[in-house]
């Protein structure tokens, strides 16, 4: 409620600016006309995993050869300047503002595409170690965002983080794999049916299929992913 309080009063006090050239921005977004079309939009994507591919197909060769525990993916974004970019600011710098902005991008997306609204969206959990030397979880802060725009609520309790898995980026895809067993902890809850996990960016898409398979093993019915850009 405070946050809203004090968004409405940046509005008044601050008109959208562009995060990326500083023009003023449109439709109540901190971007502005030029620098949206020029995002790196990812186009036409498999409803699986995200990835780009070509052609109407719905689904890609491997997920339609091995369906992965996530039913939707939700990516609008290939994780190329300048949007690297707005993700690295929320994790460093002008962190709000970055965050608002993705977080509202992606809620249009999902409007736009008419994807179906779950029960609850999860914030995919930090470790408690790397959370307090970072203070935030920008996947937390992208979900809040999110839920405040399409009127959603955010359980990021559902799940835990319950290993320190190495960072994920230095691994390859069967080491990933491995790093993530048991990595995440339900604490036996009953689980809303349909989650949407949310993170900033999804690389091999192996965390959020391990913790999808781990919701639904709870008893989840359906788990997607709604995340803000896809990296190869
Ligand atoms: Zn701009
Ligand atoms: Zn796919």
Known sequence: MLYDCIKNI?????????????????????????????????????????????????????????????????????????????????????????????????????RQEGVALPDALLPVPMHPHRLRERGYNQAHELARVIAREL??????????????????????????RHNLRDAFDLGGQTLPSHVVIVDDVVTTGSTVNELAACLLRGGAERVDVWACARAR
């Open 151 to 176: 009127q959603l609520p955010v359980f990021p309790e559902l799940a835990r983080r319950v290993r320190h898995t190495t960072m994920q980026s230095r691994l390859d895809g069967r080491a990933r």
């Open 10 to 110: 940046q509005a008044l006090l601050y008109p959208p600016r562009c995060l990326l050239c500083g023009q003023a921005g449109e439709h109540g977004l901190d971007l502005c006309r030029g620098c949206r079309i020029d995002l790196p939009w990812q186009g036409h994507r498999c409803e699986r995993c995200g990835a780009a591919m070509p052609g109407q197909g719905r689904v890609c060769g491997p997920c339609l050869r091995k369906p992965p525990p996530v039913s939707r993916s939700l990516i609008p974004f290939a994780y190329r300047a300048p949007l690297d970019g707005l993700i690295l600011g929320m994790k460093f710098s002008d962190r709000l503002a970055a965050a608002a902005l993705l977080g509202q991008l992606l809620a249009r997306t999902a």
